[in-house]
């Protein structure tokens, strides 16, 4: 009996992806550094890394319609996406492969061990004749020079890499059948605990959550799974060891990958920024939970998926996001003689640019995405570590009748981007992780606008792409 129903599902699931009308290829290429950099997500960190426990990646997925339209969709396993990468690689992927920004998705699993891919330039006078540094303030100083070519070379390398897979996988476009489903994974909680007014990083079970997770199948014309492509909303921390290693998001592509030979498995980072694996603290537990989430995503595999069709459609958007009421120069001198390192570095980073610049940023450009697969699937990205709240209400209100997919730590991660109620109520994701920035200096938390803004470019670029499939 057994049998026969694994063989009903088989056959059902194959009868969905009769008709290919979609090329597509899948490819993946190993990241990990072959130095012991120093490791990105933890100031805490006194050392280099330690060796590897697992293998980072880079996987490209290159979708194409029946009208020759491309989508790339990029995934690293890093801590994230800086903005001047993501601008140099929009760059070389229209003068090699002549794909316009809107096309190209890059997003990053947030693992904490990671290598540092962030160095912060010198400002303000004399900066010519400083060196560069890297982002933390724990690297010994006689490491700075070092740590800061390991970090350039291997973002150099990695931007060739990252052409070469491109370029691999257009070569290898084949007929292919998409389709998308998804189910249900329960390791994420809210992180946000309530404590006397303020709020504690720590499990908060009654806390905003979305267990959803989202998955498009990628077959060949014989029906043969080429490529993955799976989300969760949840921070990618379930450990701070000093070895190489993806985190839970690691292991879950490397067991959908051994369970399907030949399968190419990419994780797309969701709106976890307020978001924790719990329980967490070991190798053990972020191996659990690869394997909680690779069930999910098995169960998604034969959840009741539904063919997709073309048109595919992309737009892109860099959405002004305006600060709060900065801090005056005698507000920041005082602050600059504060004992708390960080409160100090930050004074002493903002006065800089203030000498340099004359004034303070008003705003920066966060990167909105939105990518419709006909009218069955909309892919939602937003750059930084965005808050659960931006995936509850974007899929609530883009949802009427097709599948919503949220992502945040896509095309760049400056910093937290909360919602308009999580800003009200502070705390580290609210605004308070913002002075930990350098190779992005925030002058002050983020204006009330912050949610309107971003919500209504993604509305406009949505109707955009709705209209132009009319």
């Known amino acids: 009996m057994k049998t026969k129903i694994i063989l009903f599902l088989l056959l059902s699931s194959y009868s969905l992806f009769s008709a290919p009308t979609w090329k597509a290829a899948a490819a993946k290429v190993v990241i990990t550094p072959e130095k012991k950099m120093w490791m990105a997500g933890y100031a805490s960190r006194k050392t280099g890394a330690e060796g590897k426990l697992q293998d980072l990646f880079a996987k490209a997925l290159v979708v194409e319609d029946a009208s020759?339209?491309?989508?790339?969709?990029?995934?690293?396993?890093?801590?994230?996406?800086p903005r001047p990468f993501r601008l140099a690689m929009e760059k070389e992927v229209r003068a090699k492969f002549k794909l316009p920004p809107s096309q190209l998705l890059l997003n990053a699993s947030h693992t904490h061990s990671g290598p540092?891919?962030?160095?912060?330039?010198?400002?303000?006078?004399?900066?010519?004749?400083?060196?560069?540094?890297?982002s933390y303030d724990n690297i010994p100083v006689d490491q700075q020079t070092r740590r800061v070519a390991e970090t350039i070379a291997y973002m150099a390398k990695l931007q060739t890499t990252l052409l070469g897979l491109i370029g691999d996988c257009i070569k290898n476009l084949r007929p292919a059948k998409l389709a998308y489903s998804h189910a249900r994974c329960g390791f994420a909680m809210n992180r946000r605990l309530p404590v006397k007014g303020s709020f504690r990083n720590s499990p908060y079970p009654d806390g905003l959550v979305d267990h959803d997770v989202p998955v498009l199948q990628v077959r060949s014309a014989d029906g043969k799974l080429l490529g993955i492509l799976f989300g969760y909303a949840c921070h990618n921390t379930t450990t701070g060891t000093m070895q190489f290693n993806g985190d839970y998001a690691g292991w879950a592509q490397e067991y959908l990958e051994a369970d399907n030979p030949g399968a190419v498995a990419l994780f797309v980072a969701g709106c976890g920024g307020d978001q924790n694996p719990y329980p967490r603290g070991t190798i053990d537990l972020a191996k659990k939970h690869g394997r909680s989430l690779a069930t999910a995503v098995e169960a998604g595999l034969i959840a009741n998926p539904k063919s997709l069709a073309g048109p595919l459609r992309a737009a892109l958007a860099y959405v002004d996001i305006d600060y709060s009421k900065p801090p005056t120069r005698a507000e920041l001198e005082q602050r600059a003689k504060s004992t708390n390192r960080y409160d100090k570095r930050y004074a002493e980073t903002l006065l800089e640019v203030l000498d340099a610049e004359g004034g303070l940023p008003k705003n920066y450009p966060v990167p909105v995405q939105v990518i419709h697969f006909g009218s069955q699937l909309t892919m939602v990205t937003m750059g930084g570590e965005v808050v659960i709240d931006y995936s509850l209400r974007l899929k609530r209100e883009l949802g009427n009748g097709r599948a919503v997919w949220v992502a945040g730590y896509s095309n760049d991660v400056m910093t937290y981007i909360p919602s308009l109620r999580v800003l009200r109520e502070g705390g580290y994701e609210g605004g308070g992780a913002m002075r930990y920035g350098r190779s992005n200096p925030h002058p002050s938390h983020w204006a009330e606008t912050i949610e309107k803004r971003l919500v209504d470019r993604i509305h406009a670029l949505d109707r955009k792409l709705t209209h132009s499939r009319e």
Do not use: H, K
């Not at 020759?68 to 996406?81: F, P």
């Not at 540092?116 to 560069?132: C, D, H, N, S, Y």
């Open 116 to 134: 540092m891919i962030r160095v912060v330039r010198p400002i303000g006078r004399g900066a010519l004749a400083r060196p560069a540094t890297v």
């Open 68 to 81: 020759g339209a491309r989508m790339v969709i990029i995934t690293l396993d890093l801590i994230g996406v």
